[in-house]
């Protein structure tokens, strides 16, 4: 892995609906290296390809089962098998306190006919056009909320390996990273379980940036926040942390998010934020909701 790879975050959901089948065969077309797939466990076992434990920021769930919430107020994916998911229409990501759409020049809310799906699903896709097209695309699916999961008595992250391994990826050279934001989860995957897959620690918070070392004796990469990357702006030129060159020193690549050409925030044009990270500050690939426009950038 030498050239710079273009992870599809959530499939191409700058174009469609998040983590929908739509959203990922379109990236696959667009020649993607990776595709995303968060996992978060059914009632019933079954890893569903979602950003998170909650359902109704993404689906009509509160329409469909509205006595489904807890206590807090949110529908929880873990608490419906997986059939019941199945019925749920996929919605792009919304507000669920106001009804309005996060990115609003995205797909329009409500529009189509998307669903929800399994990982064994998504693979299966994937596989299917690595076949058809005689590619070699491949998954880059994260374990969400161990803990959350561990404490509701589910096992999401063996469930995973399981599915990973019966489907083929099971070393370094399999087309498979697997990533986790919760260190001591995915040190267990590397340690205990004894995963040989390429491993990722994904980055939240700066001082996890400090960690470089401990993470290096188990994991192959980082994924940081992409600010954590940036260090100040002197004369219209961008300045860096010593991150990626720490990193580096370590032997560990580094996959920053979320490369968002309708969220730029820093930057003044996409193509800004793509030459100051992907060749300035010289990461390895990127997550991005537009892998069509972080490719045809490292083509040029």
Known sequence: MD??????????????????????AMAYAMNVDFIEQD??????????????????????????FPNRKRKDG??????????????????????PKTGKQVYRKRYPKGKGNFKLHSFQEEIELIQGLNISTGKNIGIYPEIKAPEFHQKEGKQLTEIVLKILSDYGYKTQKDNCILQCFDA???????????????????????EETKNLKHFATYADGIGPWYKQILDKKVNGKWTFTSLVSNAHKLGLKVHPYTFRADALEEFSTFDEMMQTLLIEANVDGAFTDFPDKVLSFLQK
């Open 3 to 24: 050239e710079k790879i273009v992870i599809a975050h959530r499939g191409a959901s700058g174009y469609l609906p998040e983590h929908t089948i739509e959203s990922k």
């Open 39 to 64: 996992l978060v466990l059914s009632k019933d076992n079954v890893p569903i390809v979602i950003h998170d434990i909650y359902l109704d920021d993404v689906t009509d769930v509160a329409t469909k």
């Open 74 to 95: 949110r529908f929880y994916v873990i608490d419906f098998t997986f059939n019941e998911l199945k019925t749920l229409q996929v919605l792009e990501r919304f507000n």
């Open 184 to 206: 001591k989860e995915l040190e267990r995957i590397r340690v205990t379980l004894k995963s040989e897959l390429f491993l990722v620690q994904l980055i939240e918070f700066t």
